[in-house]
């Protein structure tokens, strides 16, 4: 054996781990956890024991989504403009500083957030444990990747299609809404659909700001808690002991999975289908 | 209007990160006030007793983070060097994927992997009185900033341009001569950078360390004894931070570590951006 | 884009903005949890329109939040401390709705080894790390796992006073520490060499009580034995509420107290106080 072929093998040795370990963590998740799915277990709200042994997740599922959606929805007008912004009124400086800071809020810890907006939302402005809380605080977690995406998606249009707007003599507000964002909305929403799944993903800033254990199917306003499939799986993991309440935690975790899976390949559909910017007006 | 919306939403980013650091900053003067600084280098941890000392979590928070990236490193870059330079396009397209699905886990779902798969392993493994320890946090970090290290290391090693390396391949150079020599050095600015964000991503994890660290708040002893229970920065303010009451000391200890978490994040940020510019 | 935002705006109508009318919020103590949870079902029921959330969290979460008016009831399996009584005069008022015995735990291994009876002092020495091995009290030859609970717990404050002599006192002898009941029992039936303080309703096969006492006198935790108050380590549940709490607070508060309240406080395990 020469030189080249045992460096290879020791980097395929190496790297071993990282070809099996994802394999091997879904399937033990889906072994865990797809025997626990059922109809009436994603369609059923918990109402058990304190500890939800019997019952069904519908409510963690339902509010999963609220959380997720509205923090995509509190989050977009700001990442549209600031991408807009950065696009058309920015000069390089502070383009530059723009992206500075937005990689700066993008490293910020989520749980840092989690913090703040205890201080801040819960206590000083009084929403206390609810919906608006967890849906800013998520907000704030995503809108760093959606100006990104957004950005991205925007300098993707060719050079060629403002100029030509522009030279037609369309103000700013036309060039946006009929060139740019015609052009750019598959990107746009795109990063949408994956800020959705990361604020699915994130336990951590919701679990004392918009969270209770158990007593919500659909939150009354805004300002009520909600439960969610994040911290259901957490509190049955940390607290669970018999064998049925853990299979929920597995059956649970299972959903998430699939939820954070169904938006992550359909922005991942989305980008592959009008990956090519020549096609993109005709579609619509 | 329309300069106005983009205007004051381009100013949100500037906002959001002066008011955390600053509300932040606010609560956490009460530690500040009563302790001075000599919180910092306390090893006690009690807060009946008024006794604040971060020495404790700042080790097991260092420990966990540099476990997880001395495993996690070598792996993530053998990976990505096998992903860039050894495979066909179709078992590239294949691991990527496989890291980007790893990467695409919700941490909460990794704690409950941490807390059921490798407990037990760690538990039967070592003969421990539990599994709970920095050990089975550092493993379970090193899991969560693979797919960071290795994808951000791919894209770093296939920008290495063609010319360079047809030249390096007429000069006779053999593979690793090639890797070591040619590959790897050209490719380290992006590395590194891979790194800086794994470690960002280990350093802020909350859920998943907090099922597996046990909780103990006590220096290691030895200090590199990873095998007994511990805290971290993240898993204390996780386990403490609901029933600390509003406006008190221990209230304050918890926020700031939260801001000491903030401010190391956005000095690794600014590295990582000095060194990719 | 247009059709998201329309069922995303659709979605939002559906959410009132407004505070809800009837809200009450329980949190705290996972011990008193299971009554609550229990009782709220039934409640609920009896009120359609009440939106009653219930969690844990801890004794201390539940007093932080009640302090902080974050929640309508806060549950504490223990009573409030001489510091927080002060704080809370005139505003909290403290209900007992049951009484608990707190058992001393052992792993199965452990008491089938030998080890049904221990001393508080005996249980001192090993919370205060004298004793490091079970053979020193008559079991098997291993380690022992010491399990302490996260400072706020209302069964640790219980517990320390009883058996160190102050409810604040430290364990320096622990090897881990936990939150919760349940992730304390977790701890306990998954290893064979685990002691642990727990809601005596929490045991079960894997997780069995000592007699607490000197040999010979040594008594297990039953409701009999804390009736008669000879259980050493026992204690009362809790409610705690604003002085001038709402009409649904009060209105919960007395349905767990009444007949049909005090009996589910038995079926969950406990003893109830009337």
């Given at each position: 054996?020469?030189?080249?072929q045992?460096?290879?093998i020791?980097?395929v040795?190496?790297a071993?781990?990282?070809?099996l370990?994802?394999?091997?963590?879904?399937?033990?998740i889906?072994?865990k956890?797809?025997?626990a799915l059922?109809w009436?277990?994603?369609?059923?709200?918990?109402e058990?024991l304190?500890?939800g042994?019997t019952?069904?997740?519908l409510?963690q599922?339902?509010?999963?989504?609220?959380?997720?959606l509205l923090?995509?929805?509190v989050?977009?007008?700001f990442?549209?403009?600031t991408?807009?912004y950065y696009?058309?009124?920015?000069?390089?400086?502070?383009?530059?500083?723009?992206a500075?800071?937005?990689?700066?809020?993008?490293?910020?810890?989520?749980?840092?957030?989690?913090?703040?907006g205890?201080?801040?939302?819960?206590?000083?402005?009084?929403?206390g444990?609810?919906?608006?809380?967890?849906?800013i605080?998520l907000?704030?977690?995503i809108?760093p990747?959606?100006?990104?995406?957004?950005?991205?998606s925007?300098?993707?249009?060719?050079?060629?299609?403002?100029e030509?707007?522009?030279s037609?003599?369309?103000?700013?507000?036309?060039v946006?809404?009929?060139?740019?964002?015609?052009q750019?909305w598959p990107?746009?929403l795109?990063?949408?659909?994956?800020?959705?799944?990361?604020?699915l993903s994130e336990?951590?800033?919701?679990?004392?700001?918009a969270t209770?254990f158990?007593?919500?199917?659909w939150?009354?306003?805004?300002?009520?808690?909600?439960?969610?499939l994040?911290t259901?799986?957490?509190?049955?993991a940390?607290e669970?002991s018999?064998?049925?309440v853990?299979?929920?935690?597995?059956?649970?975790?299972?959903?998430?999975l699939?939820?954070?899976?169904?938006?992550?390949?359909?922005?991942?559909?989305?980008?592959?289908r009008y990956e090519?910017?020549?096609h993109?007006?005709a579609?619509? | 209007?329309?300069?106005?919306w983009l205007?004051?939403?381009?100013?949100t980013?500037?906002?959001?990160?002066?008011?955390?650091?600053g509300f932040l900053?606010?609560?956490?003067?009460p530690?500040?006030?009563?302790?001075?600084?000599?919180?910092?280098?306390g090893t006690?941890?009690?807060?009946?007793?008024q006794?604040?000392?971060?020495?404790p979590?700042l080790?097991?928070?260092?420990?966990?983070?540099?476990?997880?990236?001395?495993?996690?490193?070598?792996?993530?870059?053998?990976?990505?060097i096998?992903?860039?330079e050894?495979?066909p396009e179709?078992?590239?397209?294949?691991?990527?994927?496989?890291?980007e699905?790893?990467?695409?886990?919700?941490?909460?779902?990794?704690?409950?992997?941490g807390l059921?798969?490798?407990?037990?392993l760690?538990?039967?493994q070592?003969d421990?009185?539990?599994g709970r320890?920095?050990l089975?946090?550092?493993l379970?970090?090193?899991?969560?900033?693979?797919?960071t290290?290795?994808?951000?290391?791919e894209?770093?090693?296939?920008?290495?341009?063609?010319?360079?390396?047809?030249?390096?391949?007429l000069l006779?150079l053999d593979?690793?001569?090639?890797?070591?020599?040619?590959?790897?050095?050209?490719a380290?600015?992006g590395?590194?950078?891979?790194?800086l964000?794994a470690?960002g991503r280990a350093?802020?994890?909350t859920v998943a360390?907090?099922?597996?660290?046990?909780?103990?708040?006590?220096?290691?002893q030895p200090?590199?004894?990873?095998?007994?229970?511990?805290?971290?920065?993240?898993?204390r303010?996780?386990?403490?931070?609901?029933?600390?009451?509003?406006?008190?000391?221990?209230?304050?200890?918890?926020?700031?570590s939260?801001?000491?978490?903030?401010?190391?994040?956005m000095l690794l940020s600014?590295l990582t951006?000095?060194?990719?510019? | 884009?247009?059709?998201r935002?329309?069922?995303l705006?659709l979605?939002f109508?559906?959410i009132?903005v407004a505070q809800?009318?009837?809200?009450?919020?329980v949190a705290?103590?996972?011990?008193v949890?299971?009554?609550?949870?229990?009782?709220?079902?039934?409640?609920r029921?009896?009120h359609?329109g009440?939106?009653l959330?219930?969690?844990?969290?801890g004794?201390?979460?539940?007093v932080?939040?009640?302090?902080?008016?974050l929640?309508e009831?806060?549950?504490?399996s223990r009573?409030?401390?001489a510091?927080?009584?002060?704080?809370?005069q005139?505003?909290v008022?403290?209900?007992?709705?049951?009484?608990?015995?707190v058992?001393?735990?052992?792993?199965k291994?452990v008491?089938?080894?030998?080890?049904t009876?221990?001393s508080?002092?005996?249980?001192?020495?090993?919370?205060?790390?004298?004793?490091?091995n079970?053979?020193?009290?008559?079991?098997?030859?291993?380690?022992i796992l010491?399990?302490?609970?996260?400072?706020?717990?209302?069964?640790?404050?219980?517990?320390?006073?009883a058996?160190?002599?102050?409810e604040r006192a430290?364990?320096?002898g622990?090897?881990?520490?936990?939150?919760?009941n349940?992730?304390e029992?977790t701890?306990?039936a998954?290893?064979?060499k685990?002691?642990g303080?727990?809601?005596?309703?929490?045991?079960?096969?894997?997780?069995?009580a000592?007699?607490?006492g000197?040999?010979?006198a040594?008594?297990?935790p039953?409701?009999a034995?804390v009736?008669?108050?000879?259980y050493?380590?026992?204690?009362q549940l809790?409610?705690?509420?604003?002085?001038?709490?709402?009409?649904?607070s009060?209105?919960?508060?007395?349905f767990?107290?009444?007949a049909q309240?005090?009996q589910?406080v038995?079926?969950?395990?406990?003893?109830?106080v009337?």
């Amino acid at each position: 054996m020469n030189r080249s072929q045992i460096s290879k093998i020791i980097i395929v040795g190496l790297a071993l781990p990282a070809l099996l370990l994802p394999g091997v963590c879904l399937a033990y998740i889906l072994f865990k956890g797809l025997p626990a799915l059922s109809w009436s277990f994603l369609f059923s709200a918990t109402e058990g024991l304190g500890f939800g042994a019997t019952s069904g997740v519908l409510a963690q599922l339902l509010g999963s989504l609220l959380l997720a959606l509205l923090a995509s929805l509190v989050a977009t007008p700001f990442a549209l403009g600031t991408a807009l912004y950065y696009r058309l009124l920015a000069s390089k400086r502070q383009q530059a500083l723009l992206a500075g800071l937005l990689n700066m809020l993008q490293s910020i810890p989520p749980v840092v957030f989690g913090l703040f907006g205890l201080i801040v939302f819960v206590h000083l402005l009084q929403w206390g444990v609810s919906l608006l809380s967890g849906a800013i605080i998520l907000a704030m977690v995503i809108l760093p990747m959606l100006v990104l995406n957004s950005i991205a998606s925007l300098e993707r249009i060719p050079g060629q299609y403002t100029e030509a707007a522009q030279s037609l003599g369309l103000h700013h507000g036309a060039v946006i809404g009929r060139v740019w964002l015609v052009q750019a909305w598959p990107g746009i929403l795109t990063g949408q659909l994956l800020g959705v799944a990361r604020a699915l993903s994130e336990t951590a800033p919701i679990l004392f700001t918009a969270t209770v254990f158990s007593g919500v199917v659909w939150p009354e306003s805004i300002f009520s808690p909600v439960t969610t499939l994040q911290t259901h799986i957490f509190y049955l993991a940390q607290e669970g002991s018999n064998p049925q309440v853990i299979q929920v935690a597995w059956g649970s975790a299972v959903v998430l999975l699939g939820l954070v899976a169904a938006f992550a390949l359909l922005a991942r559909y989305l980008a592959n289908r009008y990956e090519n910017p020549q096609h993109l007006g005709a579609e619509r | 209007m329309l300069k106005f919306w983009l205007t004051f939403s381009s100013l949100t980013t500037a906002i959001i990160i002066l008011a955390v650091l600053g509300f932040l900053l606010q609560a956490s003067w009460p530690l500040m006030q009563s302790q001075g600084l000599s919180f910092v280098t306390g090893t006690e941890w009690y807060p009946y007793e008024q006794l604040y000392g971060m020495l404790p979590v700042l080790v097991g928070s260092f420990w966990s983070i540099v476990l997880a990236l001395l495993l996690a490193v070598p792996t993530g870059l053998a990976a990505a060097i096998l992903c860039a330079e050894l495979l066909p396009e179709r078992g590239r397209a294949a691991l990527r994927f496989s890291m980007e699905l790893m990467a695409g886990i919700p941490s909460v779902v990794y704690g409950l992997l941490g807390l059921w798969l490798l407990l037990p392993l760690l538990e039967s493994q070592f003969d421990l009185l539990t599994g709970r320890s920095l050990l089975a946090a550092g493993l379970l970090l090193a899991l969560m900033i693979l797919p960071t290290i290795m994808v951000f290391s791919e894209s770093a090693l296939r920008a290495v341009v063609t010319e360079q390396r047809e030249t390096a391949l007429l000069l006779g150079l053999d593979w690793p001569t090639r890797l070591l020599r040619l590959l790897l050095p050209q490719a380290w600015p992006g590395i590194r950078v891979a790194i800086l964000l794994a470690l960002g991503r280990a350093m802020g994890e909350t859920v998943a360390v907090m099922l597996v660290v046990g909780s103990m708040d006590r220096l290691p002893q030895p200090l590199y004894n990873l095998l007994q229970p511990a805290q971290t920065l993240t898993s204390r303010v996780g386990r403490e931070m609901a029933e600390a009451v509003v406006g008190s000391v221990h209230w304050a200890a918890l926020i700031s570590s939260g801001l000491a978490l903030a401010l190391v994040a956005m000095l690794l940020s600014l590295l990582t951006q000095r060194w990719r510019s | 884009m247009r059709h998201r935002l329309l069922i995303l705006s659709l979605l939002f109508v559906l959410i009132p903005v407004a505070q809800a009318a009837e809200q009450l919020r329980v949190a705290g103590s996972t011990t008193v949890l299971p009554i609550v949870a229990e009782a709220a079902k039934y409640f609920r029921q009896q009120h359609p329109g009440l939106s009653l959330t219930v969690s844990g969290g801890g004794s201390g979460v539940g007093v932080a939040n009640i302090d902080r008016g974050l929640i309508e009831i806060g549950m504490a399996s223990r009573d409030l401390t001489a510091t927080e009584k002060q704080r809370f005069q005139g505003k909290v008022k403290q209900v007992a709705i049951a009484r608990d015995a707190v058992a001393v735990a052992v792993s199965k291994a452990v008491y089938e080894a030998g080890v049904t009876q221990l001393s508080l002092a005996q249980i001192a020495a090993i919370y205060r790390g004298e004793i490091k091995n079970w053979q020193q009290v008559g079991g098997p030859d291993s380690r022992i796992l010491v399990i302490d609970k996260e400072a706020s717990r209302g069964t640790r404050h219980v517990f320390a006073r009883a058996v160190l002599g102050s409810e604040r006192a430290r364990a320096p002898g622990a090897t881990i520490i936990t939150g919760s009941n349940n992730e304390e029992q977790t701890v306990i039936a998954n290893s064979d060499k685990a002691i642990g303080m727990l809601s005596h309703a929490w045991l079960n096969d894997a997780v069995r009580a000592v007699a607490v006492g000197e040999a010979g006198a040594a008594v297990l935790p039953t409701l009999a034995t804390v009736a008669d108050g000879s259980y050493p380590i026992q204690r009362q549940l809790n409610l705690l509420l604003p002085q001038r709490g709402g009409k649904m607070s009060i209105a919960f508060v007395g349905f767990l107290l009444s007949a049909q309240g005090q009996q589910i406080v038995q079926q969950v395990g406990y003893l109830p106080v009337h």
